[in-house]
């Protein structure tokens, strides 16, 4: 494949994340594992996305797990949800992509076989000596997606297991062990709003084996996939060095970072799991189709300032603006 053909491949693949020209938070969930046509393309007809950054991903997944352990978390009453968790996301896998993925059952327990890793691998449900790693890290290693799992009990949900090697301004590390809504609390706007609650509420509903799919969105400066707290030294200086630096530079450095999660009730433990796969568009290519580059310039634009302050953006948005009207073929 050309890098021609795989930047067309991004762009028409993409989540673009703005169904009009203004953005407030809101639920805006829907069922999962339909597709969703795009001007440029389609995204959405599976619930685990595999494509051409598979092994380059997983790579820097697993170097960033040799650097930090702790961005895999398991609390011990997690244990049994973790295989819940592996186990449903193979089935769906196996489902999505029977060609390259295989799981049966077997007399003596499971076979695996991961076609595009060389896997096969059989396993015991439950005996991690079966595994060469915990059940959410094995697995973990096979997708793209960040893992939250939610416990629900005492009228709430809590984030008590997951791995988290992508994540935009925030930590799994810290958030682990806390409810649903203190994991929330510094957002703006959604306590007061009732938006928040309402998640909370819809997910507590969530039946077993019932998905849906939400998109979150920021702006990330090169392309960054681990923007995380624990590595802020490291990127946290990029957003100065973005506006400070030359406007042309823009368009290629800072990127447009859409979140496509998907929200799954487990039928074995109950347990509500998330899986949260990020897609990255530097501004070129998201002007590059037209009404993208008008509407993420207007929604840019109307953003209150609170929300930018939150989403890490309040450097960043006035260069992405400039850079969209002076190079971006977008009208004010």
Known sequence: MTSTDSRADHITRFPFPFPRDRYRYSTNVEP???????????????????????????????????????????????????????????RTLADEYPHTMTLEQRADGWFWKNDLLGIEHSFVFGDLDTLPAPPLMYICGQIQED???????????????????????????????????????????????????????????????????????????????DTSTETYPEWGKDRRTLADGPLDEVGDRLFLRTEVQHLIRLSHSGVVMFLIRTYLLPLRDVASV????????????????????????SR?????????????????
């Open 32 to 90: 999962a594992g339909h597709r969703t046509d795009t001007v440029a393309g389609s995204w959405g007809d599976t619930r685990i996305a595999i494509d051409a950054d598979y092994h380059r991903e997983l790579a820097e997944r697993e170097r960033i797990l040799a650097e930090d352990p702790s961005r895999h978390q398991c609390l011990s009453h997690m244990v049994p949800a973790a295989w819940d968790a592996m186990l449903t996301l193979m």
């Open 147 to 225: 893992v939250v799992l939610l416990d629900q009990r005492e009228g709430e949900l809590w984030g008590d297991a997951g791995l988290v090697t992508f994540a935009a301004d925030w930590s799994f590390g810290f958030d682990v062990g806390m409810s649903f809504l203190e994991i929330h609390g510094p957002v703006p706007r959604v306590h007061s709003e009732k938006i928040i609650t309402r998640a909370h509420n819809f997910l507590m509903r969530l039946e077993p084996g019932q998905s849906y799919r939400r998109t979150n969105w920021t702006l990330t400066v090169d392309g960054k996939l």
């Open 290 to 313: 037209p009404e993208w580059g008008g509407r993420l310039y207007r929604v840019l634009e109307d953003l209150p300032v609170d929300m930018a302050e939150y989403k890490g953006i």
């Open 316 to 332: 960043t948005r006035e260069p992405a603006l400039r850079w969209l009207l002076t190079h971006g073929n977008v009208e004010p």
